[in-house]
């Protein structure tokens, strides 16, 4: 989760978080050409590969450029899932080109899974200097209660819920409170439900690999019940407040 914005770990967090985007871009770019290739390789038909290729090629360039500043500000919605494919994709080439392109395609699958594994290195630097500043990655939750918000968070998200924007005084409040201000950065609804107090959260940097666009924090008697980060407004809830 977000740590403070003021702080200047929070600024080597977004820099690690750009870098790390711009690597696993790298990683599925180059997975996909690979693959392309491997596959045209293997079509019948001199034109037919030669058209596959170049449309492979092209395909994944076009996709690099129009999604450049998506990546760079963060809001480009891969995940570790992604990485894992764009390896898949370098690796078929070792098995499914001939042996005399062998080292080639080794090369390859190599450079995918460095530009993958530094992607991931690098996201993970930047939350644990996060985590340095005493675990405010997250709120010293347990395994099993992290177990329990989520459930919660999922039948709540299938419950129709009456949603109001919070007031200027109460956006202040809750942006200035020391455990859920440090999550996110502006406060977008509240609602009352089965004797607790909702409060969602939104931030301005979100997408893999920043935290998820919403937070949602549940309290009973001051406690907190639940909080969950999530990525899309549920349906269940109608339109998110203005």
Not at 74 to 89: G, I, K, P, T
Not at 167 to 195: C, I, K, N, Q, Y
């Amino acid at each position: 989760m977000t740590g403070d914005p003021s702080g200047d770990n929070w600024i080597h967090r977004r820099r690690q978080s750009g870098r790390a985007a711009i690597l696993a871009a790298l990683a599925m770019l180059l997975g996909t050409i690979s693959l392309a290739f491997t596959v045209a390789h293997n079509w019948p038909g001199e034109a037919s590969r030669t058209a596959l290729a170049t449309w492979f090629l092209v395909l994944p360039v076009a996709c690099w450029v129009a999604g450049w500043t998506g990546f760079i500000a963060r809001d480009a919605r891969f995940n570790f899932s992604f990485l894992v494919l764009a390896c898949a994709a370098a690796g078929a080439s070792v098995v499914l080109r001939p042996d005399e392109l062998r080292l080639l395609s080794l090369g390859e699958f190599g450079v995918t899974v460095l530009a993958a594994g530094s992607s991931l290195v690098l996201r993970q630097r930047g939350l644990d200097a996060e985590e340095a500043r005493g675990s405010e990655d997250g709120l010293g939750q347990s395994l099993l209660e992290e177990l329990q918000w989520w459930w919660r968070f999922r039948q709540a998200r299938r419950t129709a819920l009456s949603w109001r924007s919070p007031s200027v005084e109460e956006s202040r409040r809750l942006l200035t409170h020391p455990t859920m201000g440090r999550f996110a950065d502006v406060a977008v609804a509240l609602a009352e439900w089965d004797g607790r107090r909702w409060i969602v959260l939104e931030r301005d940097w979100h997408g893999w690999p920043d935290p998820e666009r919403y937070v949602v924090f549940a309290l009973e008697d001051d406690e907190v019940w639940l909080a969950q980060d999530f990525g899309r407004w549920p349906k269940a809830w109608g339109e998110r407040p203005a």
